[in-house]
């Protein structure tokens, strides 16, 4: 069963900086969709970017692009989420999430198998 646990969400004024964590254990399958999604409070919940473990593709919602990256740790099975600029329209709960379809990935739906249970992200004006 894989299992992902996040970790680095908070509070940061609008045009700071936060990066979430998120520990991945018990992958079955060498290669892997992983990404973060979010859902704010009455909306539905968003793909943010996704990344294949190997590296070989990575996919950014057009709201965060150029602002968030997402990159991997191989060594530590840790895939992070680099967020820079940010905007109040970026607070939500943040979720780590993976999937053995690596077809998931390009699409940024939320139709994972397996997910975190969520970081808090508040971005003040």
């Known amino acids: 069963q894989v299992q992902l646990v996040e970790s680095g969400g908070g509070s940061a004024q609008a045009g700071g900086s936060l990066r979430l964590s998120c520990a991945a254990s018990?992958?079955?399958?060498?290669?892997?969709?992983v990404g973060w999604f979010r859902q704010a409070p009455g909306k539905e919940r968003e793909g943010v970017a996704t990344?294949?473990?190997?590296?070989?593709?990575?996919y950014y919602a057009g709201s965060v692009k150029g602002r968030f990256t997402i990159s991997q740790d191989n060594a530590k099975n840790t895939v992070y989420l680099q967020m820079n600029s940010l905007k109040p329209e970026d607070t939500a709960m943040y979720y780590c999430a993976a999937d053995p379809k690596l077809w998931s990935c390009g699409t940024l739906s939320p139709d994972f198998a397996y997910w975190g249970q969520g970081t808090q992200v508040t971005v003040s004006s």
């Open positions: 990344m294949i473990t190997d590296s070989s593709g990575t």
């Open positions: 018990g992958y079955t399958r060498s290669r892997n969709c």
